[in-house]
């Protein structure tokens, strides 16, 4: 399969390049930047020396569309609903990396995004991208949206308790983490290396555009309307997030027990590792890696559950989950091109 990656020059760009290259079944045809284009990759990440050797080229649609099957829309909110619906036209498979198709409803796209949202038609035929949860729409999905990060490590990690009614809805609180790459490559003062080191942040109190993602699942997979309660934090690291979540229990259940649920309802998605009792992972452990990894408490003092969920923002929360999903498109094997052992130390 030939792909090519819209938005070369990002993060999560560098990083599919970095995973499409082992990918026994996919050939990266092209990179595609509107503001570097011409230029050699290696010119703006050396690291790709030797690797990448054509020049990152401008957009035409009409003879892309011709050398590709599948396109990655590497770029940033307010973008890839303006050029990818041309794509799906023509009959390519579009794997969106940005947040334009992950909400349903244009009102509240426009109202967090502070942008114009997609047309509704490609709304509605976008199937979100949670790679674990809804396999079976993915393998039919011409336009997958995928998941933000904070949604990814939030959602699979609520989603079994959720649909075993084990917590109340209305009780959780997700006090999320995320090292420096979240924020992209642009300059900006928050991200700032004398702003960020030996510091730590809380940042869009009630404001993150992630909110009415990870209501909108939620909700879908509990039939009930439930605000969180969402903080997000930079800390002073490169990749990585932790989201600890909060809820209280519908009835007493032991640690144990929610752990033997979380090890059934994941047990044929190799990617979602399951603490064992009295273990809880860090983000050293997914680095560089597809995996999600999971540890529980449920306090009987408290009646609260407590969950702690770890992924790579870069891998599983974009780039990685991206792949996953054109895997599971094409019924090829989940972990193809994804076999990487997170990077220790």
């Known amino acids: 399969m030939r792909a090519a990656i819209i938005g070369g020059t990002g993060y999560s760009a560098v990083e599919l390049i970095r995973l499409l290259q082992h990918h026994p079944y996919v050939e990266l045809e092209t990179v595609i930047s509107h503001s570097t284009a011409g230029s050699e990759m290696d010119s703006i990440y050396p690291h790709l020396t030797n690797i990448i050797d ?3 080229t401008a957009l035409n649609i009409d003879s892309l569309s011709e050398e590709v099957d599948v396109i990655f829309f590497a770029t940033p909110s307010g973008v890839s609903k303006e050029i990818l619906p041309k794509f799906l036209e023509n009959g390519l498979t579009c794997i969106d990396l940005s947040g334009d198709f992950r909400l349903k409803s244009q009102t509240v796209y426009e109202k967090w995004y502070k942008k114009s949202a997609a047309e509704q038609k490609h709304l509605d035929s976008a199937v979100y991208g949670l790679s674990e949860i809804y396999q079976t729409a993915i393998k039919e ?3 997958i949206a995928n998941p933000g990060c904070y949604p990814t490590a939030t959602l699979l990690a609520l989603i079994p308790v959720l649909q075993h009614n ?9 006090d999320a983490k995320s090292g420096v790459s979240g924020a992209g490559r642009g300059l900006s003062l928050g991200s700032h290396y004398s702003e960020v080191n030996e510091n730590l942040k809380a940042y869009k109190l009630g404001k993150h555009q992630h909110i009415p993602e990870i209501e909108q699942i939620l909700n879908q997979q509990s039939g009930k309307t439930s605000p969180i309660t969402f903080t997000t934090h930079l800390v002073p690291m490169t990749r990585g997030i932790m989201a600890t979540i909060y809820a209280s229990l519908n009835t007493p259940v032991k640690t144990g027990d929610i752990i033997d649920l979380y090890q059934d309802y994941y047990q044929d998605h190799p990617f979602i590792r399951i603490c064992k009792e009295g273990i809880i992972p860090t983000t050293k452990e997914v680095y560089g890696s597809n995996y999600c990894d999971i540890g529980v408490l449920a306090d009987e003092r408290t009646g609260r559950l407590t969950i702690v969920s770890v992924i790579d923002n870069l891998v599983k929360g974009a780039s990685g989950q991206a792949i996953q999903n ?4 094409n019924g090829w094997d989940v972990q193809t091109g994804l076999e990487y052992i997170p990077l220790y130390p």
């Not at 084990?166 to 997700?174: A, F, G, K, P, Q």
């Open 54 to 56: 054509r020049p990152l």
């Open 141 to 143: 999905a011409k336009l």
């Open 166 to 174: 084990l917590i109340d809805c209305d009780s959780i609180i997700v």
């Open 326 to 329: 054109l895997n599971i498109m």
